[in-house]
């Protein structure tokens, strides 16, 4: 069994929305077996018609990648849209095994804010990862070798820092001038602040199967995000941070959260 590339693919999405100027895109990815994980939208066949190829592309075990995403459409990866995670955490989750994502799609970082680089609830995750390539090596042994699923497990554990990463990255390409030291320290601080915070109000949620569950989880998150986009705001100056987000704290929780 051998390894085939996986390439993420980004599309504006179907329905007005956008930050700001800055319009959100949906994402995909295909495998050169002919995988289309479309993520809850549209996929491959849009390539040619308004998708757009993102850098860099990996390569994996289609089959692996297959198992990871199940086949249920409405729980791609195990996530409920917008519960528990979005498109471009869905396609985290398969271009992991490539080492890859799509931190390059439009939105990704406001994505990234509010659910994480993989969604929310990524022990089950890992557990699924581990249960794909179990079921993979009983029907063909030795296809996932122990050192490629610890390959693809230190790359789940980095999220946060991987997550730091690009805002650390957005930061920098987005403003005029580059940040000093002290307040990149200052902007991180904050950002862990409400790392740790998102993940507390998630876990704290007390009715995770309620259908209103998303609706009552943005109205939790606002608070925190708040405090985080006004940190920002005081560390960077008003106009700095109009540069960097391109739209008022409020504009981006309301988007973000759909409230």
């Not at 491959?44 to 198992?67: F, S, V």
């Not at 409920?80 to 939105?107: E, H, K, M, P």
């Not at 920098?172 to 740790?196: E, H, N």
């Amino acid at each position: 069994m051998e390894k085939v590339k996986f390439v993420a693919y980004a599309i504006n999405t179907a329905y007005p929305n956008q930050v700001g100027n800055v319009p959100f895109e949906h994402t995909f990815v295909v495998s050169d077996k002919g995988d289309n994980w479309n993520c809850w939208g549209r996929g491959k066949e849009t390539i040619g018609n308004g998708a757009r190829q993102l850098q860099p592309d990996g390569t994996a075990l289609a089959e692996w990648g297959a198992l990871v995403n199940g086949t249920d459409g409405d729980h791609p990866t195990g996530l409920t849209q917008c519960y528990n995670g979005v498109c471009q955490n869905a396609s985290n989750r398969i271009l992991v095994l490539a080492g890859t994502d799509v931190s390059g799609a439009n939105g990704n970082l406001f994505a990234t804010m509010v659910y994480g680089k993989y969604g929310f609830q990524v022990e089950e995750f890992v557990a699924r990862v581990k249960r794909a390539a179990e079921q993979l090596n009983e029907t063909s042994p030795g296809a996932v070798t122990e050192g490629m699923l610890q390959e693809v497990l230190a790359r789940i554990a980095d999220d946060p820092a991987d997550e730091l990463k690009l805002l650390e990255s957005h930061f920098q390409g987005s403003l005029p001038q580059t940040i000093p030291p002290p307040q990149q320290d200052q902007m991180m601080v904050a950002y862990r602040t409400f790392q740790a915070k998102r993940q507390t109000i998630y876990d704290q949620e007390p009715n995770k199967g309620d259908p209103n569950f998303q609706r009552q989880l943005s109205q939790d998150l606002q608070t925190a995000f708040m405090d985080c986009l006004l940190s920002f705001t005081d560390i960077l100056g008003l106009d700095g941070y109009k540069e960097m987000f391109k739209s008022k704290p409020q504009e981006v929780i309301g988007k973000l959260l759909r409230i």
